[in-house]
């Protein structure tokens, strides 16, 4: 430790580290945080030092002809922190870098030396928990900064920007202003449409089986009387089952060889088996041993807490961020399985207490990772310290998500150093012949569990529900061969086949991890980004890609196909752990990338002379009409049916088979590099919007007929009888509207699209509704706005009870009304809109319930309000669960404190005496301003380690 004469300067990333670090340090010590990254590329050519705007790489931030130079400029709302940072450094004997031990975290610590030029001892400190021991350790025996680590992330940084910038000015060309493209967002987004093409190609199929419920004459002690069995082949030909169809056609694959039994054929057969001798031909026994999981790491974690909490990846690090900062876990952004030995000890401890000695193998275990190029941290994720807390004595220290995420980072460590789960599995084969000779085999199969080993500890979740855990027993009779067994039931079971499932986060990211693609700081916020872009939409856990995301990957797929290609971003991924590692140059990586390279890899980017020159030469090639055009398929009366990508969202078009993909669309719908141009609208056909939140996939035949009949598309109704104008039903950006002429209206709530009449929508079209006027004249509408019906004089507006009084409301009535005070208190209690259940993380009921600003889902204590795009009806238990959550964590609003009111001077004070007295209070205040300044600058190297920042 220092001594008193000596000052030490510790800089960190976030507020909540630095107080955790700076109580084990103790005095001798300032501990201040860096917010994050101090200094970045430019946002674009604004942001540029004005002796750069004019080169032609200004956009990029990057200076392309000179060695790939990046120009950085610290970030303007970092500017006063910087100046912090500086003045408690001129105080400092010496600093030391404690930012976090990845790739980010060195390039923060080089970007703070690089910004704080600091002419004292610099020592990099680095630690992977945040304990006493460990602080101490790390302050014992710091090191230099890795120079290959800041290559490799500045590399990657650069590289992000070239691709970034370039490739989504050819989206904002060719589809849509606004939009990005990112090296792992974009393959992301890849991932997720073609899952989804996937399954707006599938064609479901039917198929049959049958159940057998069967008894043993004489149950044993340990094992049931009855059982059931499943028909698995008639006749020596093997019974269909889902795996034999062909998910495109709804056919049984070519050659598959089995018998597909409809529900006649099933019922027929079980009928015919019904009263028949069923005997045991084969009984097969092995022994059961199934190993523990490896500790988690940033992918697993996040996979495991989408299934068991049903957190986002982006609440799942945002709870492991604060319990590593607050010393409860170690680093959570990791990709190796290891444990350190004193790790392993505590665990073998901890086991031996809670569980008995036997639940503890001989031998400590070691695991492997899977992920290649494993060195972003030297520990999984696990409790912090040499001894680990339970989850219940931490509880009453953290919040309902830090307890749950602990609980499950220690059950799973715990878990990875106990004995193996042991026991016996049995498969049975079972035949009954019908009077007709028929032969059908049945088959059963059972678990039973001896000995539980790490199962008592934790159990892992899967992604498929009807996955049978790891856990489960399925007991059966005591069977030997040859053995007759009684017939008690016989069912006829009809099964269809289901579509690929969508992707959730939690398997997206495992998708990503298994490619090779993608690194463990980057997960979440790629999970993030492809929403935040819309090129993803979740729809309770399931991720639903948009059709602007089908225009951008079918863009990229035909002219770019190397950038999205798996293959070529996880070698990507390789070449950056080789920089990382000091086994390449980035010079070399970026030259090839950006300008080629003859001797690349055959199909390469490098090879095709490179980024800049795909997407400036090749630009007049990609037609913005076909790349904006999906198409669905050609309906049973030839006409083609496509979406369009406009530029106020994707709606249908319906015309003659070859027509409507290539028909010319209307000018507002254009993408933004045709706009301008003369609108032919003659040959569009059909059109009909696409509601809102509908996924593609459901874009089937049926839908797609009732868009265009119903309320999705536009239905006339009739005419109006005082203009003739049509008055038609039509489905808009908000939802659907009547519209006759000039003049539009919005439905009510109560109503159904599809049962509309032309009453009801006249009625709508007389709104605003002139009630009348008051004895002054003045006019008093009857209006619907965005929270309900009222009336309304002059700016004046008064709430109405239902929407049938917007047609009925009196004048009288509504002069009684405006006459009464508004209601600015506390209304009086709704009932909820909605009662949602019980949250599976804080085992609170939720209810939606509407408030001034709209509706809100709670629990009693916090409150979120729905979002864009969310209903009461569609808000489903995770994204409550998880909005509240986000809330939790945020905390409460800071209180607003009143300023305090100068004392009232007297009223006899003459205007001179009060203008003298003003002067000199002015220039008092001013020097006394002056002086509390000065000491201000003196003494900030003192207190800088007691200010409070909210995390």
């Given at each position: 430790?220092?001594?008193?004469s000596?000052?030490?300067?510790?800089?960190?990333e976030s507020?909540?580290k630095a107080?955790?670090?700076?109580?084990y340090?103790?005095?001798?010590?300032?501990?201040?945080?860096?917010?994050?990254?101090?200094?970045?590329?430019?946002?674009?050519?604004?942001?540029?030092?004005?002796?750069y705007?004019?080169?032609?790489w200004?956009y990029?931030?990057?200076?392309?002809?000179?060695?790939?130079?990046?120009?950085?400029?610290?970030?303007p709302?970092?500017?006063?922190h910087?100046?912090r940072?500086?003045?408690l450094?001129k105080d400092?004997d010496?600093v030391?870098?404690?930012t976090?031990?990845?790739?980010e975290g060195?390039?923060?610590?080089?970007?703070l030396?690089?910004?704080?030029?600091?002419?004292?001892p610099?020592?990099?400190?680095?630690f992977?928990?945040?304990?006493?021991?460990?602080i101490?350790?790390?302050?014992?025996?710091?090191r230099?900064?890795?120079?290959?680590?800041?290559?490799?992330?500045?590399?990657?940084?650069?590289?992000?920007?070239?691709?970034?910038?370039?490739?989504?000015?050819?989206?904002w060309?060719?589809?849509?202003?606004?939009?990005?493209a990112?090296?792992?967002?974009s393959?992301?987004?890849?991932i997720?449409?073609e899952?989804?093409?996937?399954?707006?190609?599938?064609?479901?199929?039917?198929?049959?089986?049958?159940?057998a419920?069967l008894?043993?004459?004489?149950?044993?002690?340990?094992?049931?009387?009855?059982?059931?069995?499943?028909?698995?082949?008639l006749?020596?030909?093997r019974?269909?089952?889902?795996?034999?169809f062909?998910?495109?056609?709804?056919r049984?694959?070519?050659g598959?060889g089995?018998?597909q039994?409809d529900?006649d054929?099933?019922?027929?057969?079980a009928?015919?088996?019904?009263?028949?001798p069923?005997?045991v031909t084969?009984?097969?026994e092995?022994?059961?041993?199934r190993?523990?999981?490896a500790?988690?790491?940033?992918?697993?974690l996040?996979q495991?807490?989408?299934?068991?909490?049903?957190?986002?990846?982006a609440?799942?690090m945002r709870?492991?961020?604060?319990?590593?900062?607050?010393?409860?876990?170690?680093?959570?952004?990791?990709?190796s399985?290891?444990?350190s030995?004193?790790?392993?000890?505590a665990?073998r401890?901890?086991?031996?207490?809670?569980y008995?000695?036997?639940a503890?193998?001989?031998?400590?275990?070691?695991?492997?990772g899977?992920?290649?190029n494993a060195?972003?941290a030297?520990?999984?994720?696990?409790?912090?310290?040499?001894t680990?807390?339970t989850?219940?004595?931490?509880?009453?220290?953290?919040s309902t998500?830090?307890?749950?995420?602990?609980?499950?980072?220690?059950?799973r460590t715990?878990?990875?150093?106990?004995?193996?789960?042991?026991?016996?599995t049995?498969?049975?084969?079972?035949?009954?012949?019908?009077?007709?000779?028929?032969?059908?085999?049945?088959?059963a199969?059972?678990?039973?569990?001896t000995?539980?080993?790490?199962?008592?500890a934790?159990?892992?979740?899967?992604?498929?529900?009807?996955?049978?855990?790891?856990?489960?027993e399925r007991?059966?009779?005591v069977?030997?061969?040859?053995?007759k067994?009684?017939?008690?039931g016989?069912?006829?079971?009809?099964?269809?086949?289901?579509?690929?499932?969508r992707?959730?986060?939690?398997?997206?990211?495992?998708?990503?991890?298994?490619l090779?693609?993608?690194?463990?700081?980057?997960?979440s916020s790629?999970?993030?980004?492809?929403?935040?872009?819309g090129?993803?939409?979740k729809?309770?856990?399931a991720?639903?890609?948009?059709f602007?995301?089908f225009?951008?990957?079918?863009?990229l797929?035909?002219?770019?196909?190397r950038?999205?290609?798996?293959?070529f971003?996880?070698?990507m991924?390789?070449?950056?752990?080789?920089?990382?590692?000091?086994d390449?140059?980035?010079?070399?990586?970026?030259?090839?990338?950006?300008?080629?390279?003859?001797?690349?890899?055959?199909?390469?980017?490098?090879?095709?002379?490179?980024?800049?020159?795909?997407?400036?030469?090749h630009l007049g090639?990609?037609?913005?009409?076909?790349?904006?055009?999906?198409?669905?398929?050609t309906?049973?009366?030839?006409?083609?049916?496509?979406?369009r990508?406009?530029?106020?969202?994707?709606?249908?078009?319906r015309?003659?088979?070859?027509g409507a993909a290539?028909a010319?669309?209307?000018?507002?719908d254009?993408?933004?590099?045709?706009?301008?141009?003369?609108?032919?609208?003659?040959?569009?056909g059909?059109?009909?919007?696409?509601?809102?939140?509908?996924?593609?996939?459901e874009?089937?035949?049926?839908?797609?007929d009732?868009?265009?009949l119903?309320?999705?598309?536009?239905?006339k109704?009739?005419?109006?009888?005082?203009?003739g104008?049509?008055?038609?039903?039509?489905?808009?950006?908000?939802?659907?509207?009547?519209?006759s002429?000039?003049t539009?209206?919005?439905?009510?709530?109560t109503?159904?699209?599809?049962q509309l009449?032309?009453?009801?929508?006249?009625r709508?079209?007389s709104l605003p509704?002139?009630?009348?006027?008051?004895?002054?004249?003045?006019?008093i509408?009857?209006?619907n706005?965005?929270?309900?019906p009222?009336?309304?004089?002059?700016?004046?507006?008064?709430?109405?009870?239902?929407?049938?009084?917007?047609?009925?409301?009196t004048?009288?009535?509504?002069?009684?009304?405006?006459?009464?005070?508004k209601?600015r208190?506390r209304?009086?209690?709704?009932?909820?809109?909605?009662?949602?259940?019980?949250?599976?993380?804080?085992d609170?009921?939720?209810?939606i319930?509407?408030?001034?600003?709209?509706?809100?889902?709670?629990?009693?204590e916090?409150?979120?309000?729905?979002r864009?795009?969310?209903?009461p009806?569609?808000?489903t238990?995770?994204?409550?669960?998880?909005?509240l959550?986000?809330?939790?964590?945020?905390?409460p609003?800071?209180?607003?404190?009143p300023a305090?009111?100068?004392?009232?001077?007297?009223?006899?004070?003459?205007?001179?005496?009060?203008?003298?007295?003003?002067?000199?209070?002015?220039t008092?205040?001013a020097?006394?301003?002056?002086?509390?300044?000065?000491?201000?600058?003196?003494?900030?190297p003192k207190?800088?380690?007691?200010?409070?920042?909210?995390?």
């Amino acid at each position: 430790m220092p001594t008193a004469s000596r000052n030490r300067l510790v800089i960190v990333e976030s507020p909540a580290k630095a107080k955790t670090i700076s109580g084990y340090l103790g005095p001798g010590y300032v501990v201040e945080a860096s917010l994050g990254h101090i200094r970045d590329l430019p946002a674009g050519a604004k942001q540029m030092p004005e002796k750069y705007k004019k080169e032609p790489w200004a956009y990029l931030g990057v200076d392309v002809d000179n060695g790939f130079a990046p120009v950085y400029i610290v970030n303007p709302d970092r500017a006063k922190h910087v100046t912090r940072l500086k003045a408690l450094m001129k105080d400092a004997d010496e600093v030391f870098l404690a930012t976090d031990e990845d790739r980010e975290g060195e390039a923060i610590a080089w970007h703070l030396v690089e910004t704080l030029k600091p002419k004292v001892p610099v020592k990099r400190m680095v630690f992977h928990e945040i304990t006493k021991p460990a602080i101490q350790a790390a302050v014992a025996n710091p090191r230099e900064i890795d120079r290959d680590l800041v290559d490799a992330q500045e590399t990657r940084r650069i590289l992000d920007r070239l691709y970034g910038y370039d490739v989504s000015a050819v989206l904002w060309k060719k589809v849509q202003r606004g939009l990005s493209a990112g090296r792992v967002q974009s393959v992301a987004t890849r991932i997720v449409v073609e899952r989804e093409k996937q399954r707006m190609a599938f064609r479901a199929a039917d198929y049959w089986d049958i159940t057998a419920t069967l008894a043993v004459e004489k149950a044993s002690e340990t094992g049931p009387r009855t059982f059931t069995a499943t028909l698995i082949a008639l006749d020596g030909d093997r019974i269909a089952t889902g795996k034999d169809f062909e998910p495109t056609t709804g056919r049984l694959r070519p050659g598959s060889g089995v018998v597909q039994l409809d529900g006649d054929g099933a019922r027929g057969l079980a009928a015919r088996l019904d009263d028949r001798p069923f005997t045991v031909t084969k009984v097969e026994e092995k022994p059961y041993r199934r190993k523990p999981y490896a500790p988690f790491i940033t992918s697993t974690l996040q996979q495991e807490a989408a299934r068991k909490l049903r957190f986002s990846s982006a609440a799942t690090m945002r709870t492991a961020q604060r319990l590593y900062e607050n010393g409860y876990i170690t680093y959570m952004r990791t990709d190796s399985v290891n444990l350190s030995e004193s790790a392993i000890a505590a665990a073998r401890t901890q086991i031996a207490e809670l569980y008995g000695s036997g639940a503890v193998p001989p031998q400590p275990r070691r695991y492997s990772g899977k992920v290649k190029n494993a060195q972003e941290a030297h520990e999984a994720i696990r409790p912090a310290g040499d001894t680990f807390r339970t989850p219940g004595a931490v509880r009453n220290e953290l919040s309902t998500e830090e307890y749950r995420l602990y609980e499950l980072i220690w059950q799973r460590t715990i878990a990875s150093q106990m004995s193996d789960a042991v026991g016996m599995t049995v498969s049975v084969r079972i035949r009954a012949t019908t009077a007709q000779n028929e032969e059908a085999d049945f088959a059963a199969s059972g678990r039973t569990i001896t000995d539980p080993g790490f199962l008592r500890a934790y159990v892992e979740s899967s992604d498929d529900e009807s996955a049978e855990a790891d856990d489960a027993e399925r007991k059966l009779p005591v069977l030997v061969k040859d053995q007759k067994l009684t017939e008690e039931g016989l069912e006829a079971v009809g099964h269809t086949t289901q579509p690929p499932s969508r992707y959730t986060e939690a398997s997206l990211v495992k998708a990503l991890e298994e490619l090779g693609i993608g690194r463990p700081s980057t997960y979440s916020s790629i999970m993030q980004t492809i929403q935040d872009r819309g090129y993803v939409i979740k729809r309770g856990q399931a991720l639903i890609p948009t059709f602007v995301a089908f225009a951008v990957i079918g863009l990229l797929e035909q002219h770019y196909p190397r950038l999205v290609d798996y293959g070529f971003t996880a070698a990507m991924e390789d070449q950056l752990d080789q920089i990382a590692g000091g086994d390449a140059t980035a010079l070399e990586f970026l030259t090839s990338f950006y300008f080629g390279s003859p001797g690349a890899a055959e199909g390469s980017v490098a090879q095709a002379g490179g980024l800049k020159k795909l997407v400036t030469e090749h630009l007049g090639e990609i037609d913005a009409r076909s790349i904006n055009s999906i198409r669905l398929f050609t309906d049973d009366q030839g006409r083609d049916v496509v979406v369009r990508v406009g530029k106020f969202g994707p709606y249908l078009q319906r015309g003659p088979q070859g027509g409507a993909a290539k028909a010319p669309v209307a000018e507002e719908d254009l993408p933004a590099d045709k706009a301008g141009q003369d609108a032919e609208t003659a040959a569009d056909g059909d059109r009909a919007s696409i509601p809102e939140g509908l996924a593609p996939d459901e874009l089937t035949p049926e839908k797609v007929d009732e868009l265009f009949l119903g309320g999705g598309g536009e239905r006339k109704l009739g005419e109006h009888p005082e203009t003739g104008e049509p008055v038609v039903l039509k489905s808009g950006r908000y939802g659907p509207y009547v519209s006759s002429g000039e003049t539009n209206s919005s439905l009510l709530k109560t109503h159904v699209p599809d049962q509309l009449t032309l009453a009801d929508a006249l009625r709508l079209l007389s709104l605003p509704r002139l009630v009348g006027k008051d004895a002054e004249g003045q006019e008093i509408f009857a209006k619907n706005g965005r929270y309900g019906p009222y009336i309304e004089r002059e700016g004046d507006s008064r709430s109405l009870e239902n929407e049938e009084q917007l047609f009925t409301v009196t004048l009288d009535q509504a002069l009684t009304l405006l006459a009464a005070p508004k209601q600015r208190g506390r209304r009086a209690a709704q009932p909820p809109l909605r009662e949602m259940g019980v949250d599976p993380l804080t085992d609170k009921p939720l209810v939606i319930k509407d408030g001034r600003f709209g509706p809100y889902v709670t629990d009693g204590e916090s409150n979120a309000s729905l979002r864009r795009g969310q209903t009461p009806e569609s808000l489903t238990m995770e994204q409550a669960s998880e909005m509240l959550s986000e809330k939790r964590a945020k905390g409460p609003a800071p209180k607003k404190t009143p300023a305090k009111k100068a004392p009232a001077k007297k009223a006899a004070a003459t205007k001179a005496t009060k203008a003298g007295a003003a002067k000199k209070a002015t220039t008092a205040k001013a020097a006394t301003a002056k002086k509390a300044a000065t000491g201000a600058a003196k003494s900030v190297p003192k207190k800088a380690a007691a200010k409070k920042t909210a995390d």
